[in-house]
């Protein structure tokens, strides 16, 4: 998972991964070849961030007129769009116009409409953004079973901090370059594990006092020139006290991924 601000470059550098743009500098290649040759382009699978879907199809119908583009026998596509539409759960909705159904379908049957060419590498931007708790779980359990059932490869782009919880690595990005990287589960451990925990504030300051968050006992993550950290109420009062002292500027804020994506921005 690519994980940034709005404006960081996260979409840019998606587009690039997909050869819809080419980089100022560097390459990206995909087994040796770049991702616009015929063979990559057929592997790879892509959800962008603004909708493009035709309200007036129904959900079988953009399916269908997807994999006829690619050129599918008839006979393999319907098997396709057949299993495709039952993966995704999107068979009591296939006869329905994409018009009348709420942003999670939509986003689902947008899903479903990248999976039917069978990809190995899924590329999505920002695929959660205004779904509702029940929509991004039933989003996120469709990835999952794809991943475990076919070994996919997907590449995430969010800056949603909820996101995290779903991802295996993750990349932190900050004022359009790689910052870190850095193991999911533990950052999504180190930063949302207190959002019920009473008292709990997030902490950020300038990168250059680690050395005054670290000689605290604090855990730091640093993402771009900042120190994020969360702190319990216990140790709370010290930490503010040595960043203090230090001459540290610094915010204190709720320990909430809302806080966490305001603080990173």
Known sequence: MLFGANGCGKSTLLRVLAGLRTPGSGRVTIDGAPPTTGENRARLGLVLQRSAIDPLLSVRETIDL???????????????????????GLGERARDRLGTLSGGWQRRVELARCLVTDPSVILLD???????????????????????????????????????????????????????????????????????????????????????????????????????VVATASSLASLVDRLSEAGAEFRVGHATPEALLEAMV
Not at 68 to 86: D, F, G, H, N, P
Not at 138 to 144: E, L, M, P, R, T
Not at 159 to 178: C, F, K, S
Request: proline share 2%; net charge negative.
């Open 126 to 228: 920002e695929p959660t953004t205004g779904l509702d708790g029940d929509a991004r779980a039933g989003f996120w359990d469709a990835i999952h079973a794809r991943v475990a059932s076919q070994g996919t490869i997907v590449f995430i782009a969010s800056h949603d901090p909820r996101d995290v919880r779903e991802a295996g690595t993750l990349v932190t990005m900050a004022r359009g370059a790689i910052d870190a990287e850095h193991n999911a589960a533990r950052f999504a451990e180190e930063f949302l594990r207190h959002e019920s925990l009473e008292g709990a504030r997030l902490v950020w300051c300038d990168a250059s006092f680690e050395s005054i968050v670290t000689d605290s006992g604090e855990h730091a993550h640093r993402i771009g020139d900042r120190l994020f």
């Open 66 to 88: 997807h994999a006829r583009l690619w050129s599918m026998e008839t006979s393999t596509r319907r098997e396709r769009v057949t299993a495709v539409i039952a993966e995704l």
